[in-house]
């Protein structure tokens, strides 16, 4: 069973960054595409970053060029480092892995962006 383990979250002011983690277990990490979702109060979760077992990458269109995600294969995690941060951005953060019909949600870190 894999167990997905996100920190990092907090309060940061606009135009700030901060950087997520996730910790991967209970599986073999290189099978698994690693994704950070996010969820604001009253909206659907939406794709933040996508990093697949294969070297590709997605972004969603918010956060375009404001957000990177990599994967650290050796600890088994995987990173969301975000820049520029705007208030719209407040929301709580899930990490995901996903292989063929295995679907797996951390608990979720919460981030605040205000001044």
């Known amino acids: 069973q894999v167990h997905l383990v996100e920190s990092g979250g907090g309060l940061v002011q606009p135009g700030g960054s901060l950087r997520l983690s996730c910790q991967f277990s209970g599986s073999i990490y290189n099978l698994y595409g690693m994704g950070w979702y996010r969820q604001a109060p009253g909206k659907e979760r939406e794709l933040v970053a996508y990093?697949?077992?294969?070297?590709?990458?997605r972004y969603g269109d918010s956060v375009k060029g404001r957000v990177s995600i990599s994967r650290d294969e050796a600890k088994e995690m995987v990173h969301l480092q975000m820049n520029s941060l705007k208030p719209e951005d407040t929301a709580t953060y899930y990490c995901?892995?996903?292989?063929?019909?295995?679907?797996?949600w951390g608990a979720g870190t919460l981030v605040t962006v205000s001044s």
């Open positions: 995901n892995a996903g292989a063929g019909h295995e679907d797996y």
């Open positions: 990093a697949s077992n294969r070297g590709t990458f």
